[in-house]
């Protein structure tokens, strides 16, 4: 019997957009906005579109599930919304700071004061060496997965996850693209002319049925760079803006999967697919979560965790390491099948998974702390820096947020974004802000 009702916790989530707009406002962070506009949609959108007709409930019937009812999937919403609180709640309390923004004035003047021209000077020929290097790169890597997949190798089990995983650095090039551009980096026409070529291909490239979540993690990234330079409201309507964009362009990826689409009703496919959320079944996996532990497999008590650190491991050096997802230690995909398969069910099925409620509520905590001392972190780094780690932030959250393989999640982020660790690293010492009265005007702003 569930807790709450469904109109208790839709009325729960709108006031959690409500109240991350009015932070947006007040704390020129736009975090918590992006994690719950997305939930809502996963979620309470999600469950409204299922029970009033539009869609249809996931079916795993073959794999051995029982059928998906509103009942259950009320009581995985509740648990949902349960992490939503506990993860905001905890990132407000402990993320105090007004961000900084970012302005052309104070571009001019901090830059000029503080070497950063140097420093783009030094990272614009690297960006665009880079951009040029992995483009024909990556179209090599993915035709030598192509033809191992021919060949009868499992995508999953056989094929290096490495060499599957890195034509996901085209985020990462254009995060530092977007990023550099919008700061004042390229300053000849050859460089700006260098820079579009790069991102026209990397649109090319990323932009397909498979690749779509590449497409939304960079075009998320540069949405947020591209909007930092705006005051609090209208960076609201450049992010809703941008968001709109997102789920349409989404949408028309995940239509192209169907080839049998016919390009005349393309955009009608696409907005059918939005509006039923059939991309956005997270609440469905959820439910089968649920069914998975702890009747069929124990709870995992921080092993999901533990295997972030795992599973870098080659299985050349380490054959029998342990599978990961449910799934996969269910037996019910093996090297064997052919294919993968997998409903994710949200960050908080993944919490679930470690320790059932108490592991939705300890750990959505602590990850509201962690995100809290990252964006805290950020206003205490020169302009470029703090820009770059957040769009990065906010870009990690939608694969992460959705849920799933854990290890799998956290090796896309370190696989998409290393070019941008790389930098932030080398050039640790000299992002840091500088003690001036620039730096003591950003934080003489009003808490409240």
């Given amino acids: 019997m569930p807790l709450f009702e469904y109109p208790e916790l839709i009325v729960t989530q709108i006031a959690l957009i409500f109240l991350s707009i009015i932070w947006l406002l007040r704390r020129n962070d736009e975090l918590p906005l992006l994690i719950s506009t997305f939930l809502f949609y996963v979620a309470s959108y999600r469950y409204w579109a299922v029970t009033s007709d539009v869609n249809d409930w996931v079916n795993l019937g073959s794999f051995g599930f029982t059928s998906i009812t509103d009942e259950v999937a009320l009581m995985a919403l509740s648990y949902i919304v349960l992490g939503e609180i506990c993860l905001l709640a905890t990132y407000m309390l402990r993320q105090g700071s007004v961000l900084p923004l970012t302005t052309l004035e104070i571009n001019s003047t901090y830059y000029d004061n503080s070497g950063d021209r140097l420093l783009f000077r030094w990272l614009r020929p690297k960006v665009l060496l880079l951009g040029l290097f992995c483009i024909p790169l990556v179209l090599l890597t993915r035709s030598n997965v192509i033809d191992q997949v021919s060949a009868g190798r499992s995508l999953a089990f056989q094929i290096s996850g490495y060499l599957r995983l890195f034509p996901f650095v085209l985020v990462g090039v254009a995060t530092l693209v977007v990023c550099l551009w919008k700061f004042g980096g390229f300053s000849s026409s050859i460089n700006k002319v260098i820079a579009v070529a790069i991102l026209v291909s990397l649109v090319n ?179 470029f820096a703090g820009v770059l780690i957040r769009a990065i932030l906010c870009a990690s959250l939608i694969p992460l947020l959705r849920g799933g393989d854990l290890p799998g999640i956290y090796a896309w982020i370190g696989m998409a974004f290393w070019p941008c660790f790389l930098l932030l690293w080398l050039k640790r010492s000299d992002l840091k802000l500088k003690l001036s009265k620039l730096s003591q005007d950003y934080y003489s702003q009003p808490e409240n």
Wanted: no cysteine; aromatic share 12%.
């Fill in 205 to 383: 490239l990323t932009f397909s049925s498979s690749g779509r979540f590449q497409f939304l993690g960079w075009l998320s990234a540069s949405g947020i760079i591209l909007a930092s330079s705006y005051k609090p409201n209208t960076r609201l309507f450049i992010l809703t803006t941008v968001a709109i964009i997102s789920i349409g362009v989404f949408a028309v990826a995940g239509a192209l999967r169907n080839p049998h689409v016919n390009p005349d009703i393309l955009n009608q496919a696409a907005w059918e697919r939005a509006f039923s959320a059939e991309d956005a079944n997270m609440l469905d996996g959820f439910v089968l979560i649920q069914e998975v532990y702890p009747q069929r497999l124990d709870f995992r008590l921080g092993m999901e965790h533990l295997e972030i650190l795992l599973r870098p491991i080659p299985r050349s050096l380490w054959p029998e390491k342990p599978v990961g997802g449910y799934m996969n230690q269910l037996g019910l995909i093996t090297a064997d099948t052919g294919f993968t398969l997998g409903i994710s069910p949200t960050l908080f099925g993944s919490f679930y998974a470690e320790a059932g409620l108490m592991g939705i509520a300890v750990f959505s905590s602590v990850y509201g702390a962690i995100l809290a001392a990252i964006v805290r972190y950020t206003a205490r780094l020169q302009l």
